[in-house]
Every structure is written in C-alpha cells, then in structure tokens.
C-alpha cells in the first residue's frame, strides 16, 4: 500500500497533481485546499490513501494524517466514493466536518456536489460520535488491553482506523473475549464490505 509519498511537483490541475517519485510520475486527486499550496516544481510530501474499485485504481493525498483519516472515514458510507470523499474535504477543512458530526448538521455535507440529503443523513448517522478530532478517544472508551488488542489485529488485515475504530465500538463494552470479540468485529466489517459492493 501507498502511505505516502515525497516528490517534485510536475504538473497541476484543479483537483490532481503529478508527482515524480524517483523517476516515475504518479498520478492523485488531492483536495483543493492542498493542491494550491503545491507549483510545478515544488516538493512535496503527501499522506496518500490507494483504492480498488470497478473503475481501477484511484491515488488521493493530503497535507495531513487527520485529512486522510476523515477521507478514509467517509469511505466507510454507503454511496460516498473516492472523488466524492476528496470533494468533501476540498469543501470543508477536516475540524469543520468534525463540527458538523457533532451538531448532526447535513447541510455542509449537503454543499458538496454529489451528495443529497439522503446521503448526507447517512453520513452523520454512520460516523457521528465515530469520527472525531485526534485529540479525543475516537472510540469514547478507555483504551483497555483487550479493545487495543482486537484494534491491532483489524488494523494487521487491512482495514483502516476509521473502520476498525468503527467495529470495536460494536462490542463496546461487551464481556465476550477477545477472539469472540475480534470474529464479531470482522463480521460486521464484512457485512458492510458486502452492503456497498
């Protein structure tokens, strides 16, 4: 996987950037807002998120870890995608996305093109309380061995921490141990990996 990536800036468009990384020319979407920090000819280091789909492989980078965690948050919904991911957060800066979570307030979701109502409805119900600022416990539980440890394991497969946050807190508080536990949280990551293929 991509995490990151260092490199002169070789040309720029509205919402995308090449960067060439060690003689070869990578191509990303990027939010607005990190791609008018960067001109041709500039270097620069992006945190970078890689996803799969049916219409191929799709490269989005940012300035900071807490943009592409909301990025990477966002996808966890059903119907928001990867353009429609950066094109929240070319909208609103990540703290203003926070704000609207916390509040329950669908309309700077809503400002987005390409998300209705509906969608930004969805948006809030799915990561209201789940996603929140790096300097609050994004799961509201003391980090106790065993919930460190079913994080671990789901973080070692592949899902992202907006995901594998989004799954401990399904056996929150839960007495079961931790295998049970961990079977539990891959079974609902799976059900979700089904509801939006």
Do not use: C, W
């Not at 300035?63 to 909208?91: D, F, H, K, M, Q």
């Not at 800066?93 to 093109?113: G, S, T, W």
């Amino acid at each position: 996987m991509i995490g990151e990536l260092t490199g002169e800036v070789v040309e720029r468009r509205t919402d995308a950037m090449v960067i060439k990384v060690d003689g070869t020319g990578l191509g990303l979407e990027v939010s607005v807002p990190d791609r008018s920090l960067a001109a041709t000819g500039d270097h620069v280091h992006l945190f970078t998120s890689l996803q799969f789909s049916s219409d191929g492989a799709f490269l989005a980078g940012f300035e900071t870890i807490e943009e592409r965690r909301v990025y990477e948050a966002l996808l966890s919904v059903n119907s928001v995608g990867p353009r429609t991911a950066v094109r929240v957060l070319s909208t609103h800066p990540a703290k203003n996305i926070f704000q609207a979570l916390d509040a329950e307030d669908p309309k700077p979701f809503q400002a987005v093109p390409g998300i209705g109502g509906k969608t930004a409805s969805r948006i809030i119900l799915e990561l209201r309380g789940k996603l929140v600022s790096a300097d609050r416990d994004p799961s509201g539980l003391s980090p106790d061995e065993d919930s460190i440890e079913v994080l671990e394991v789901l973080l070692n497969q592949g899902f992202s921490r907006a995901e594998a946050t989004v799954a401990l807190n399904q056996s929150a508080g839960d007495t079961m141990p931790v295998t049970e536990r961990i079977s539990a949280a891959l079974r609902f990551l799976h059900t979700k990996s089904r509801m939006r293929s």
